[in-house]
């Protein structure tokens, strides 16, 4: 038997512009995501989180669903263009009392906020000014988190300063098929650097302000494998861990970035850079989802692709493969890297075509596969000495999946796109039992499954 112990942290992982809807309300104004998404072809079928699924319309109903997950933490993303509508400065008051307000809903029904400040939704005033090619933003994000944690700070626990910036710097920055839609190598360095860098100044400026929260950052790390044994697709391989896996960990394991890449951020790295990313954390976040495999393709941009998952292996609506031991193979190189630091795997979930059936129930098997699979892998780490120490799912509700649009549905919960109506599903019932119990459910999660259980 599988079993956790009782003070493991079971949660869900939500985001700001994947679920809030309200898109001019309390004076919020656009961040970089708006702006994308209005651009033609940017995203599938013209979909924008405009409404999304309405959740802060929804916000009581919605909390009361986490609660009924009986998860003990959300970690759900705060909009800097809500707070701070302009990125910095003026507040709004309308958005700063929207999470002010969720903080203390999710307390009173027993379930720990866990914030996190960035997640790709940079004000689009400040994308004006550079974004995070310009070193200026490295301040003004510091400004926004300490005004976040004067208000949030004595009612939260954990807080995660930002969201997978590797991702944010390949596929916004380097790739343009996120906001803010850049293709550019020397503005993927810049935007890596610059967000490393304002996670380790808010990092000190925080605990120079005496907050109390223990403070950490999210990254998405994937095992990279080549797609043969030729030679190029070894070099294809090296060159992706380093661009995606071991820069994203640089900061935090001696500040220095993978020789293969040095050249590349020499131009932004100033003095006393190096020494100002080796601010420590208090804990790190894993997100995976699956493991890359890559080619080399010398017309590229870069000098690779990625291939999809290899003969025989099962795929998700996304195409990925499923690949529960990258879990904890991933695991294993954070506990390396970053030894004595605690882990959470903050997301990790999976995409299928499902829809409700004739009784209503959104019968969604091979995600509840999905995850028992992978959270088999974490309790395997465990056992082998990595000190993780809670699993987070993405993502409660099917959301707005940024450039894919509202196609593919991750969530534990059903959103009908019509009335956004909420309908747990059989990985809802399944994630409950989990949670309730510290024990991984062997079954699927069918009431024939769980009769006379």
């Not at 309300?25 to 924008?48: L, Q």
């Not at 976040?285 to 010398?298: I, K």
Request: net charge negative.
């Amino acid at each position: 038997m599988v079993e956790f112990p009782s003070e493991f942290v079971w949660g869900v992982s939500t985001s700001a512009y994947q679920i809030e809807g309200a898109a001019t309300a309390g004076g919020k104004r656009p961040s970089i995501w708006d702006a994308f998404v209005r651009r033609r072809g940017a995203v599938a079928d013209g979909a924008t989180g405009d409404v999304a699924i309405d959740h802060l319309a929804r916000l009581d109903e919605d909390v009361a669903l986490i609660a009924g997950l009986g998860v003990r933490a959300y970690r759900f993303s705060i909009a800097w263009s809500r707070w701070f509508p302009d990125g910095d400065r003026r507040v709004a008051p309308a958005g700063r009392d929207v999470y002010d307000r969720l903080v203390d809903r999710l307390l009173e029904h027993g379930v720990a906020p866990w914030p996190c400040l960035y997640h790709w939704d940079l004000p689009a005033a400040l994308q004006q000014r550079g974004g995070w090619t310009a070193r200026d933003t490295v301040d003004r994000f510091a400004d926004y988190a300490a005004a976040v944690l004067d208000v949030l700070g004595d009612r939260v626990g954990h807080v995660a300063l930002r969201n997978e910036p590797n991702v944010h710097a390949v596929l916004g920055h380097l790739l343009g098929v996120h906001a803010p839609g850049t293709v550019d190598v020397g503005a993927f360095a810049a935007a890596a650097h610059h967000q490393h860098l304002a996670t380790a100044r808010v990092l000190a400026r925080l605990r120079g302000d005496g907050v109390r929260a223990r403070l950490g950052t999210v990254l998405n790390l994937q095992p990279v494998d080549p797609a043969s044994d030729a030679p190029e697709d070894a070099a294809a391989a090296r060159l992706l861990d380093a661009a995606w896996n071991a820069q994203a960990l640089a900061p935090w394991s001696g500040g220095r970035y993978p020789e293969d890449l040095a050249a590349l951020f020499a131009p932004v790295v100033r003095d006393g850079d190096e020494q100002e990313l080796r601010a420590p954390l208090d804990w790190i976040g894993l997100n995976l989802y699956t493991r890359h495999r890559v080619a080399a393709d010398p017309k590229s941009l870069i000098g690779l692709r990625l291939v999809g998952a290899g003969p025989d292996v099962a795929t998700t609506a996304m195409g990925w493969a499923v690949a529960p031991d990258a879990l904890r193979e991933q695991l294993h190189r954070l506990a390396r890297s970053l030894p004595g630091v605690p882990i959470y795997v903050t997301e990790n979930g999976a995409a299928f075509e499902e829809a409700p059936g004739l009784d209503g129930v959104v019968d969604d098997r091979p995600r509840v596969r999905y995850l028992r699979d992978h959270v088999a892998s974490v309790a395997r780490a465990r056992a082998e000495g990595v000190d993780v120490r809670g699993y987070f799912v993405w993502t409660l509700w099917d959301d707005f999946e940024w450039a894919d649009g509202y196609g593919p549905t991750f969530g534990l919960v059903h959103v009908d796109r019509r009335d956004l109506t909420r309908t747990p599903e059989r990985s809802f019932d399944w994630y409950r039992r989990l949670v309730a119990t510290g024990r991984l459910p062997t079954d699927e999660g069918g009431p024939e499954d769980t009769a006379g259980a």
